[in-house]
């Protein structure tokens, strides 16, 4: 039996498990656990998917899931990554920040493209030699907190201070800066009230030539702070690692 474990039913946990209850990724049951105990309770009700809900990760982790997703908070993947990893079971991390900061062993552990692709080109030009990555991130000021009139740069600097002013806004830097030298990822953040969807250009300069990526993703509508192709890159991911459990 494939069971699936979800750390957080928000926005994201939400819809990883709605694409299960879907059969886009074919599981036999999933295992909820929020801090917020009805949260998980209210998802689990509205699934037709053969469903437990944990009282906690100990729990979940004795339920023996194939694959646990962290859909929760940087604070939450550090404090549940070392229990996860140490029982072997595999860990899809949603709050890539919190990786930049653990020296945890990384072959349980997985990372999905999130908000951007051109990750396995990125990889192979890394083996070449990446001189300079600059990620220039376009939010409206709403997401960011902010209500400025016209546009306005509010960050420049790498992407671990980045990841740390901007814990749920910056996950592309940090998937960036786990794929290739961190210290080659410069960023850029700017509130701007004329985009509606959030913007993410990816410059990159090696040893063979230029690279520029542009992706435009609709704000998930229940969590203007990430895209909903955040979510869908997980349940591709999800789908991937369940197939090698078959």
């Known amino acids: 039996m494939r069971k699936v474990g979800i750390i957080g039913c928000g926005a994201i946990g939400t819809l990883i498990a709605k694409a299960v209850d879907r059969s886009i990724v074919k599981c036999d049951e999933l295992i909820l656990?929020?801090?917020?105990?009805?949260r998980a309770g209210k998802l689990g009700r509205v699934l037709h998917t053969s469903v437990t809900i944990a009282s906690s990760l100990d729990?979940?982790?004795?339920?023996?899931?194939?694959?646990?997703v962290e859909a929760a908070s940087q604070q939450?993947?550090?404090d549940y990554i070392g229990k996860i990893v140490t029982a072997n079971i595999d860990l899809i991390v949603m709050s890539v920040g919190a990786l930049l900061e653990l020296d945890v062993?990384?072959?349980?552990i997985h990372v999905p493209?999130?908000?951007?692709?051109?990750?396995d080109a990125l990889s192979s030009a890394k083996l070449a030699g990446i001189e300079e990555?600059?990620?220039?991130?376009?939010?409206?000021?709403?997401?960011?907190?902010?209500?400025?009139?016209?546009?306005?740069?509010?960050?420049?600097g790498n992407a671990e201070e980045a990841v740390r002013r901007f814990p749920r806004e910056m996950n592309v830097a940090a998937t960036l800066?786990?794929?290739?030298?961190?210290?080659?990822?410069?960023?850029?953040?700017?509130?701007?009230?004329?985009?509606?969807?959030?913007?993410?250009?990816?410059?990159?300069?090696?040893t063979g030539g230029n690279m520029f990526m542009r992706f435009e993703n609709e704000p998930h509508p229940d969590n203007p702070k990430t895209s909903a192709l955040a979510a869908w890159s997980a349940i591709k991911l999800l789908k991937d690692l369940l197939e090698r459990h078959a």
């Open 76 to 78: 939450a993947a550090r």
């Open 33 to 38: 656990y929020d801090s917020l105990s009805e």
């Open 105 to 108: 062993k990384r072959d349980r």
């Open 133 to 156: 990555i600059i990620l220039t991130t376009r939010k409206s000021p709403k997401i960011l907190e902010l209500d400025n009139r016209e546009e306005k740069l509010v960050y420049e």
């Open 59 to 68: 729990e979940m982790i004795r339920l023996k899931p194939a694959v646990i």
């Open 177 to 206: 800066a786990l794929t290739v030298p961190s210290e080659k990822v410069k960023v850029r953040v700017i509130s701007d009230p004329n985009v509606r969807r959030n913007v993410h250009e990816v410059k990159v300069k090696w």
């Open 113 to 119: 493209s999130g908000a951007i692709g051109g990750l």
